[in-house]
């Protein structure tokens, strides 16, 4: 039975997350392992200004999904997508998972499956085992997800070894980032340049309308484990709460040995949780997620509410905005210092070039065909998915797709990949996916 300082917080937080959403007509949405998403088109202003999205739903971000470890997913997507001036058709990827033995349900239109076309569905069917943290599922069909099919896929562990750091960890205590652009994707020609920062769905855009945001209760005194997740499409983010300390104990699905700072990088695709200690006076704190690149100087502050959230405690007033600072001289996050809670042993020799198989993955841009090339080459979808023809064993996989753009790995193998960064705008992240 929940104590009641217990059920008050959870009360709490989700009375003021409801009211948040309320005023999108999105309210937050709890999904199970046994689901069906439907994919649609909407009208939405998540920062005060309307365009056409993309839903699951109805809502944007999409359900959280919320299953415990070793649990088998069963999620019917049923695609209703209608606006001719968006993309219609859909596939979902189900980010951070293995895919062990099912890799048709990857998600990655052109390569595991067919995209998924109006008035049809698809039945994703996987299992959970061996995997618990935080993760995401979006959109892999074109840019799509930049439209608003992006929402938390969280799995959660009974036996969770950090459980004695935190007193709250559940829907209330998740954090999404995302970057939000005025354009609908299909329309956007040249470099994308974000226009609002979107946590937990809703943000303001530099000279808009001071729309309401997200807001986190917390009760002073307990201890919660945030789960944050940049489903951004392109910027990262410094990620930090006036006045409160993160101690990271997970990084992309896996337990890491705490590790206290007082910012994050976190970079598309990334999640992190950290335990946030609510021990500071009872007040308003900003939450705050500096991009690296938007319009109008987005990237450059949080003037307006830009950027930002509200962290409040039970009893601070309701209606006032924080006026907290962020520390003169931050901890910030060094990638150095993460390590993992148990020890995995590394394949290969401890050096550069130690590894069975040792690939360069030399990335490069041609602005006048405005196409990106890996080792000179570019990526041509096929009109069968690489998967299905491979599975009729009509062809080899090296014989479906442009000479170099299939690398074949020996089994029981290590293999170091490289990948020097520093294209378009440097210096650059890229988000690079192996399943």
Known sequence: MLSSSRLLSTTLASVVLASSAAALSI??????????LVVSSAMAAPDGFERPVTVVNGLTPAPLIKVNTGDLLQINVVNNLTDPSMFRGTSIHWHGMYQHTTNWADGVAGVNQCPISPGDSFLYQFSTTGQAGTFWYHSHYRTQYCDGLRGPLVIYDPNDPAAYMYDFDDENTIITLSDWYHLQSPSITGI???DATLINGIGRYPGGPQVDLAEITVVQGKRYRFRIIAMSCDPNYIFSIDGHPLTIIEADGQ???PYTVDSIQ???GQRYSVVLNADQPVDNYWIRALPNSGNYDLDTGFSGGTNSAILRYFGAPMTVDPTSTPPANPVAFDETFLHPLVDVPVPGEPYPGGADVNLNLALDFDEEAWRFYINGITFQPPTIPVLLQILSGAEAAQSLLPEGSV?????????????PGGLISSPVAYLVEIG
């Open 27 to 36: 309210p937050p949405a709890v999904t199970g392992p046994q689901a069906t």
């Open 407 to 419: 690398y074949t790995l020996p089994s029981n193998a290590s293999i170091e990949i490289s990948i």
């Open 192 to 194: 994308a340049a974000n």
């Open 266 to 268: 976190i970079l598309a």
């Open 255 to 257: 337990n890491t040995q």
